[in-house]
T-cell receptor, first 109, second 115 residues
Framework: DAKTTQPNSMESNEEEPVHLPCNHS???????IHWYRQLPSQGPEYVIH???SNVNNRMASLAIAEDRKSSTLILHRATLRDAAVYYC??????????FGKGTRLSVIA | EPEVTQTPSHQVTQMGQEVILRCVPI?????FYWYRQILGQKVEFLVS????????KSEIFDDQFSVERPDGSNFTLKIRSTKLEDSAMYFC?????????????FGPGTRLTVT
């Protein structure tokens, strides 16, 4: 079973920032925090991952708590194309990804 | 940008028939995976493949399933005798071999319908 806890759904207005939370209180020292998303009728898509420090890429930012028991995915300006299910996943090395139910993000125009 | 491709996009088969789902991973990737997603449910891991052998498999991946890398580019999933409950989206994924971490790149999926 997934080792993370996420809200079932969230809503955002277009062009507003979105903060998607994830709790992972049982994270181990070797676990990386990964975020994937799945747009409707598509395969999962890698978003970002990190270990301890905050990370930025062209898609999003990842803020990791100092104790690593929680993290937040930040979409700086939500667009309609960001409407998707977002998955927070702990993984180390090349272990298989364990998907939970994720957070369904709705973006309102 | 390199991407994982899968064929066919949709496969309809009768119960008891064999199906082969095909994937072309990203060319310099070394780890390959199959996942499936039954309609309305979570994405589930089936099998991972590295260095020409299965490295890990889930309990879903029973004797009816097999994987193969028949040449340097294709990665296939075979279901020997399909059942109604095999109806799902099947996603192939690949990743680089890294010591510390990795990201997996997923294909668009094959929708398998067993009638």
């Amino acid at each position: 079973d997934a080792k993370t806890t996420q809200p079932n759904s969230m809503e955002s207005n277009e062009e507003e920032p979105v903060h998607l939370p994830c709790n992972h209180s049982t994270i181990s020292g070797t676990d990386y925090i990964h975020w994937y998303r799945q747009l409707p009728s598509q395969g999962p898509e890698y978003v970002i991952h990190g270990l301890t420090s905050n990370v930025n890429n062209r898609m999003a930012s990842l803020a990791i708590a100092e104790d690593r028991k929680s993290s937040t995915l930040i979409l700086h300006r939500a667009t309609l194309r960001d409407a998707a299910v977002y998955y927070c996943i702990l993984a180390s090395g090349n272990t298989p990804l364990v998907f939970g139910k994720g957070t369904r993000l709705s973006v309102i125009a | 940008e390199p991407e994982v491709t899968q064929t066919p996009s949709h496969q309809v088969t009768q119960m008891g028939q064999e199906v082969i789902l095909r994937c072309v991973p990203i060319s310099n990737h070394l780890y390959f995976y199959w996942y499936r997603q039954i309609l309305g449910q979570k994405v589930e891991f089936l099998v991972s493949f590295y260095n020409n052998e299965i490295s890990e498999k889930s309990e879903i991946f029973d004797d009816q399933f097999s994987v193969e890398r028949p040449d340097g580019s294709n990665f296939t999933l075979k279901i020997r005798s399909t059942k109604l409950e095999d109806s799902a989206m099947y996603f192939c994924a690949s990743s680089l071999e890294t010591v510390l971490s990795y990201e997996q790149y997923f294909g668009p999926g094959t929708r398998l319908t067993v009638t």
